[in-house]
């Protein structure tokens, strides 16, 4: 609730939600839960580092950090090369997270 009320004392006609996808290079860490190998769109290859997501509320004057999540690829696959792969399946209840995030956002204007 105190995020909804700093939020509507901050809201202006040009805020927004911003979400960004960012990954934290850890070359020399060895993979475990959260150091894996991502793809680096930025850099256009493979990278081993930790991937976040965030979310925040941008303004002409602010950023306020809403929500954010350490990406764990929870999920090990065959490819079709015959290799195994990772993926990042999201649960229930992460998803009803990041929803309870999305809702905040209904409150405010953008």
């Given at each position: 609730?105190?995020?909804?009320?700093?939020?509507?004392?901050?809201?202006?006609?040009n805020?927004?939600?911003?979400?960004?996808?960012?990954?934290?290079?850890k070359?020399?860490?060895?993979?475990?839960?959260?150091?894996?190998?991502y793809?680096?769109?930025?850099?256009?290859?493979?990278?081993?580092?930790?991937?976040i997501?965030s979310?925040?509320?941008?303004?002409?004057?602010?950023?306020?950090?809403?929500?954010?999540?350490?990406?764990?690829?929870?999920?090990?696959?065959?490819?079709?090369?015959?290799?195994?792969?990772?993926?990042?399946?999201?649960?229930?209840?992460e998803?009803?997270?990041?929803?309870?995030?999305?809702?905040?956002?209904?409150?405010?204007?953008?």
């Amino acid at each position: 609730m105190a995020i909804k009320l700093t939020l509507k004392s901050i809201d202006n006609s040009n805020a927004c939600p911003y979400f960004d996808d960012t990954i934290v290079h850890k070359p020399h860490t060895q993979p475990n839960e959260i150091v894996e190998h991502y793809w680096d769109r930025t850099i256009n290859k493979s990278v081993k580092g930790i991937n976040i997501l965030s979310c925040t509320y941008q303004t002409k004057d602010i950023s306020f950090p809403i929500n954010y999540r350490v990406i764990r690829k929870n999920q090990t696959i065959i490819d079709k090369n015959g290799k195994e792969a990772s993926l990042y399946l999201i649960t229930d209840d992460e998803f009803l997270n990041y929803n309870s995030s999305i809702n905040i956002y209904k409150t405010v204007k953008y």
